[in-house]
């Protein structure tokens, strides 16, 4: 099921908008993101190229009432996994986001 699905469109050269999306987080206009840790980063190959792939957790928190978050079970910090690819090659920046297993029966997030 796909609630809703966007596309966006950079004139910016590809290089740079791949930089800004590993740069992204933590920054001071989105004040939720309080840790990131990268847990995995290697370079390989695919068939059509070299890949950066890269394993990404960041540390969110929610700024929902405390009734809520009491309400739904989830921890005030919730944590997402990014797991993403770079293909140099054919100019590809692959990003699955997943959050933390409270989260998972709620909403799964994939970039391309």
């Given at each position: 099921?796909?609630?809703?699905?966007?596309?966006?469109?950079?004139?910016?050269?590809?290089?740079?908008?791949?930089?800004?999306?590993?740069r992204?987080?933590?920054?001071?206009?989105?004040?939720?993101?309080k840790t990131?840790d990268?847990?995995e980063r290697?370079?390989?190959?695919?068939?059509?190229?070299?890949?950066?792939?890269?394993?990404?957790?960041?540390?969110?928190?929610?700024?929902?009432?405390?009734?809520?978050?009491?309400?739904?079970?989830?921890?005030?910090?919730?944590?997402?996994?990014?797991?993403?690819?770079?293909?140099t090659?054919?100019?590809?920046?692959?990003?699955?986001?997943?959050?933390?297993?409270?989260?998972?029966?709620?909403?799964?997030?994939?970039l391309?």
């Amino acid at each position: 099921m796909k609630t809703w699905v966007d596309s966006y469109t950079f004139d910016f050269p590809w290089e740079t908008v791949v930089q800004a999306a590993y740069r992204k987080y933590p920054t001071r206009h989105n004040t939720n993101v309080k840790t990131l840790d990268t847990l995995e980063r290697r370079c390989g190959q695919n068939g059509s190229g070299r890949v950066l792939f890269s394993h990404r957790l960041f540390g969110t928190l929610w700024n929902a009432p405390a009734l809520v978050i009491n309400i739904l079970g989830f921890n005030e910090m919730m944590y997402i996994h990014e797991m993403s690819e770079c293909d140099t090659l054919s100019k590809t920046l692959l990003a699955r986001h997943l959050p933390s297993l409270p989260l998972m029966s709620h909403y799964k997030v994939y970039l391309r």
